[in-house]
């Protein structure tokens, strides 16, 4: 530790950290030369390139490993790559709320603490007069609190059509048994019919479930009764029901071409006395569980225990305001990248897509053979099961290259581009590209190609 170099390598990355990893590697020659796995040459030659090892461990062990990609996918909601992309507005409001001491449960009004929650009051106001509204950390964790809420001990009744497994093998049934709520499934898994809830119906009943499909979609001899007739019937047996409708859409996407992602307007209209839906998806905002409804009901959701442990922190709510504000302010279909990304036609896709082909193939070559095709984009997440959005393919390939080879060249560029394979061919969808990304898009393609810039 007292060498020159490595008193360098300890200013440079931490005192701690250096003398943790040069211990490290110390105790690991030792233990190969007593078990006679090195001898004394190679040993020297290893504590010779010590630094070496030291300098490579702290780029391995410390480098973040939560990096901005291209998603080139043309999957607007991909959850593995994290969502929904946050405008600039958010953005910013996050970043100034992490950074200082916030108003966040404190009333400058009164000099008093003060909710959270109502640092929304405004905006809920303004989308959903006369409903009541809560926030928690995930969709998941809104349907749970309010079975949990109002149906802990009791029958919640569901259509096993609707009994639906969500990401990362999570499955409604189980979220409905840890709410400490007694599944009652009614009707087959492609027929379930007004009269199946109604049989159902018993003293131990608390409440009715209908689910957002989310992404999958049963098609052929299939029936469902709607959310109108099981409301109607809930009203008249005067029991509450929750709609997990998921997505978070607040906009008619039937003008875009998709035609069965009703949106939380639609679920309250139709007459759901509460409905449970994401942030992150088609609403495009952070992470979180936005819950709408019967404000008596809701009420009891947020004076439930559970509701401060799924609880959100100020960087979510700043994020939240934001997003719920452009939508109250009618312009969220303009300054949302998730809604831009959803609402752009083919025609602009192919446009962009053939603009950015000219402009490799001038620096490229015949190294790169590229082709604009049509294809669809999906919304991801969930959202919009089986609705393929109309878009523009560009087919890549490379000169001595094989699909996997160059997809992997591409996933391994600075900026990583994530891509999809499809006939032997990499290809790329601009639709989750943005403008300013395509100058680094068309750097990783050049490089892919084994071209530099």
């Excluded at 020159?4 to 003398?19: C, I, K, M, N």
């Excluded at 969500?166 to 898994?189: C, H, N, Q, W, Y």
């Excluded at 469902?224 to 019937?233: D, F, I, K, P």
């Excluded at 989750?432 to 680094?440: A, F, L």
């Amino acid at each position: 530790m007292e060498r020159e170099e490595t008193r360098a390598a300890a200013s440079r990355h931490g005192r701690l950290l250096v003398t943790a990893l040069v211990r490290e590697r110390l105790s690991a020659l030792r233990r190969q030369i007593r078990s006679g796995k090195l001898d004394a040459e190679t040993a020297q030659a290893e504590v010779a390139g010590l630094l070496a090892w030291v300098e490579s461990e702290v780029r391995a062990r410390t480098d973040s490993t939560i990096r901005p990609v291209i998603n080139a996918t043309g999957v607007v909601l991909h959850t593995n790559l994290g969502r929904a992309i946050l405008p600039e507005t958010a953005t910013r409001r996050m970043a100034e709320v992490a950074r200082a001491y916030t108003t966040l449960e404190y009333d400058l009004a009164r000099g008093a603490r003060g909710s959270r929650s109502s640092h929304l009051d405004r905006c809920f106001g303004l989308l959903f007069p006369g409903q009541g509204f809560h926030i928690v950390n995930n969709n998941a964790a809104a349907v749970l609190l309010a079975l949990n809420t109002l149906a802990e001990r009791k029958e919640v009744i569901v259509s096993r059509g609707e009994l639906v497994e969500i990401g990362g093998s999570f499955r409604i049934p189980d979220v409905m048994r840890k709410s400490g709520a007694i599944l009652r499934e009614v009707g087959t898994t492609n027929k379930t019919r007004l009269q199946d809830y109604e049989r159902a119906i018993g003293p131990k009943t608390g409440l009715i479930l209908k689910v957002h499909p989310s992404n999958y979609r049963i098609v052929g001899f299939t029936a469902q009764a709607t959310l109108e007739e099981v409301a109607s019937l809930g009203r008249r047996r005067k029991i509450p029901v929750l709609l997990d409708q998921g997505s978070g859409n607040l906009i008619d996407l039937t003008r875009h071409g998709i035609r069965n992602e009703p949106s939380v307007f639609d679920a309250l209209a139709g007459g759901a006395d509460v409905v449970c839906f994401s942030g992150d998806k088609m609403l495009g905002g952070p992470q979180a569980g936005l819950i709408v409804g019967r404000p008596d009901l809701v009420k009891a959701m947020k004076e439930n225990s559970l509701t401060r442990a799924l609880r959100v922190d100020k960087v979510t709510y700043a994020a939240l305001e934001a997003i719920l504000l452009e939508y109250a302010r009618g312009t969220a279909e303009a300054t949302l990248p998730a809604l831009r990304m959803v609402t752009a036609s083919r025609e602009e896709i192919e446009a962009r897509a053939r603009r950015l082909m000219e402009s490799v193939l001038a620096r490229a070559g015949d190294s790169l053979a590229m082709s604009v095709v049509p294809g669809e984009s999906l919304s991801g997440g969930g959202s919009a099961p089986e609705e393929g959005l109309p878009t523009s393919l560009l087919i890549v390939s490379a000169r001595g290259k094989s699909a996997r080879a160059l997809e992997s060249a591409l996933r391994g560029h600075a900026t990583p581009v994530i891509a999809r394979i499809g006939e032997g061919k990499v290809l790329l969808d601009l639709r989750t590209v943005s403008t300013e990304q395509e100058p680094v898009l068309e750097d990783a393609l050049v490089a892919a190609a084994g071209l530099t810039r």
